[in-house]
């Protein structure tokens, strides 16, 4: 379960540390560690940074502008960057380079990974991802987003929300479905549709802790060429899985990095209150540490599997339901232990509050309280939880599944 790390895999370690020692700033503490302009303008000088030593998608195949490295090299990166706290590029590289790409990689033609996976490295293309809808909530498979072929174009009308970074992105992966007579998970295709173009419309929405990060997208007669199909034609579910195990599942060996990291400025915060005497408190730190401790196991189980060139499968689930509800138990310590202060939010802001601060933030009750807002939402996104415990119960654990009420053609509403 526990892979070795070669001799030459800790060599190459050595010289990702030493490419961290030249091109970081001598005090450089992390990203958490600057405020909100500073940290917008370092990312966009450290992607090209990145992309000026070949460091964005190591593991993509040279022919698609990647590094060619194994997937060993790529994780000795990632943790790396996480150690050091910084990102390992955009926020839209979190879709163009971490779903996108591969899923495009693993299913898409080879015209498409010619034409697609440079410009995702090069920044040409920034990806968002259309998935939720109002109406389909949990059951995604229940969207009612429709495309129609007209010629040699698709033309896409329907609404998608809570897409994260739209408002950056020019390009956006879109499950529409294509066929309504056909039963509700068939009948789905997977669609590649550029943003820049009338009948697009973004409109943000604004999180509990006062950010933007999420948006709308609404889509009136939007064309997108007839190939820029992933997949065959009606059968993007499939699709839409492949993708859905690189989200849920390829930051399995670095949460626990950035996890311990939070998991240590919590202990400080506990001893600075001289809560770590109360049972209670050392009670729910001792099981924080557990679960980031499973967290790392897990991971190293992950990386066992990606190196046996496997893809991520259901299990991928058991992670993002580990880490999702973990780190809404942990900001609710950090919540607790502020008590009363909590609640007059004052301090520097958080730097993040997806999966985790950024390395380097203060522990001052604003952030704390910001990011424990936002991790409520770590249980909806990628998958709700019930839908995690679902699919780990029928796949992986191979339970009788749940009767359903919406089998036949699908329906709207």
């Given at each position: 379960m526990r892979p070795t790390y070669t001799a030459e895999?800790?060599?190459?370690?050595?010289r990702i540390r030493e490419f961290l020692r030249s091109n970081l700033p001598?005090?450089?503490?992390?990203?958490?560690?600057?405020?909100?302009e500073e940290r917008r303008a370092f990312v966009q000088s450290w992607r090209a940074t990145l992309a000026d030593h070949q460091l964005l998608a190591v593991a993509w195949p040279k022919e698609y502008g990647g590094a060619g490295l194994t997937a060993l090299e790529q994780v000795v990166i990632s943790e790396e960057f996480a150690r050091a706290g910084v990102p390992t590029g955009s926020p839209n590289d979190g879709f163009g380079i971490g779903m996108v790409g591969p899923t495009v990689m693993a299913c898409g033609t080879e015209d498409q990974k010619r034409h697609l996976l440079p410009r995702i490295l090069d920044g040409t293309d920034r990806w968002c991802q259309g998935y939720s809808e109002p109406d389909a909530g949990s059951d995604l498979a229940n969207l009612g987003t429709r495309a129609r072929l007209d010629g040699d174009e698709w033309i896409v009308d329907g609404q998608k929300i809570w897409t994260s970074n739209a408002q950056t992105a020019n390009w956006i992966f879109v499950l529409s479905r294509t066929a309504p007579h056909q039963p509700k998970h068939a009948g789905i295709t997977f669609l590649l549709v550029p943003m820049d173009q009338p009948g697009i419309e973004v409109r943000p929405i604004i999180n509990i802790a006062r950010g933007h990060e999420f948006n709308e997208v609404f889509f009136t007669e939007v064309r997108t060429a007839r190939t820029n199909v992933v997949g065959e034609?009606?059968?993007?579910?499939?699709v839409a899985n492949t993708l859905l195990g690189f989200e849920r599942g390829g930051r399995a060996t670095t949460l626990s990095i950035t996890y311990r990291e939070e998991l240590d400025r919590l202990v400080a915060l506990a001893r600075e209150r001289g809560a770590t005497s109360d049972p209670l408190v050392r009670g729910r730190l001792a099981r924080c540490h557990s679960t980031v401790e499973v967290m790392r196991w897990m991971g190293l189980r992950n990386l066992s599997t990606v190196l046996a060139g496997g893809r991520p499968g259901p299990e991928s689930s058991l992670m993002k339901l580990l880490w999702s509800e973990y780190h809404r138990e942990v900001t609710q310590l950090?919540?607790?232990?502020?008590?009363?202060?909590?609640?007059?939010?004052?301090g520097r802001p958080a730097a993040s509050g997806i999966a985790g601060d950024a390395v380097g933030a203060p522990s001052s009750p604003r952030s704390w309280n910001e990011v424990a807002m936002r991790a409520r939402s770590g249980t909806i996104y990628a998958g709700t939880s019930q839908i995690q415990r679902n699919i780990v119960g029928e796949r992986v654990l191979g339970l009788p599944k749940e009767p359903r009420a919406d089998d036949g053609p699908w329906r709207a509403g």
């Open positions: 895999a800790e060599s190459y370690r050595a001598s005090d450089w503490e992390g990203l958490g560690a600057l405020g909100s034609v009606d059968n993007g579910w499939a950090a919540v607790d232990l502020h008590g009363a202060e909590g609640m007059l939010l004052e």
